[in-house]
């Protein structure tokens, strides 16, 4: 028998995941499995935070949402959304160089922005939470190929003021292909991961007496021993209450809000 299954071993175990950029734990004895849920079969008449149900090897049990328990909006709104500003970032920036161009060929002064700071996205990224170290990660990639492309515009304008039309028109062509180039290519590795983080994960809990369910979350980050010793009651402050019940920390540090298991089922019922 796996001795972290039973008894005190079991209890000191939490089984730590995250959702909308908070992390979260339920003890690890409650925690029956952990998989890649089907697609739900909808429920009428049943809380917003019920996915419907699923059935998972000849069990069927209700698959519940996390994010929205705590009133975040859905993984797959969160990305989509983040998708479609991208979208709209490339395109403008796909503009500013046609524009550059333009610019050059009429011989008149590039009224646009050559701060890469300045420019919509860069206002966009540099207003992203440095803390958040998932949203950091993807804007990242964008960092060195974006600064090349609004470099760009200063070598042409230097080039310019020199009368020198030909070279500066050669330049712009060749940041088409090499520095823009590389900022499409970095547009369509978010598109991808993005699109390959939305397969969520699914914990399936037990309380004795009770019906097993299924609570949806965005990743499962480890299963380790928590720090309890300085944990505060949160009163409600994140989602329902009593959803969470204190606030602990992991071994790096963070603060991870404890679940009450009785708090998920009784969420549900509200």
Do not use: K
Request: hydrophobic share 45%.
């Amino acid at each position: 028998m796996d001795p972290l299954a039973t008894g005190t071993a079991a209890e000191a175990l939490y089984v730590v995941f995250s959702a909308a950029r908070h992390l979260f734990a339920l003890p690890h004895h409650v925690v029956e499995r952990m998989v890649t849920p089907p697609r739900p079969v909808r429920v009428p008449d049943t809380d917003h935070a019920v996915l419907g149900l699923i059935n998972l090897r000849g069990d069927v049990l209700g698959l519940v949402c996390l994010r929205r328990l705590i009133g975040a909006e859905d993984l797959a709104a969160q990305n989509a959304a983040l998708l479609a500003e991208l979208a709209q970032q490339e395109r403008a920036h796909a503009a500013w160089v046609a524009e550059l161009d333009a610019a050059t060929q009429e011989r008149r002064p590039f009224a646009l922005s050559t701060d890469p700071h300045a420019c919509a996205f860069g206002r966009w990224h540099d207003a992203q939470d440095p803390s958040d170290d998932e949203a950091r990660g993807l804007t990242g990639r964008f960092d060195e190929p974006h600064q090349r492309v609004h470099a760009v515009a200063h070598e042409v304008t230097s080039l310019t003021r020199r009368g020198r039309h030909e070279e500066a028109l050669a330049l712009i062509a060749r940041a088409r292909s090499r520095d823009l180039g590389a900022l499409v290519r970095r547009f369509a590795e978010v598109r991808e991961i993005l699109a390959g983080g939305e397969r969520e994960i699914a914990v399936v809990l037990r309380l004795e007496g009770r019906a097993p369910i299924a609570l949806l979350v965005d990743a499962v980050e480890s299963v380790s021993a928590l720090d309890t010793t300085r944990s505060s009651e949160l009163g409600g402050q994140l989602g329902r209450a009593p959803l969470c019940m204190q606030l602990a920390s992991d071994a790096d540090g963070r603060l991870v809000n404890l679940l009450a298991v009785a708090g998920l089922y009784a969420s549900v019922a509200a």
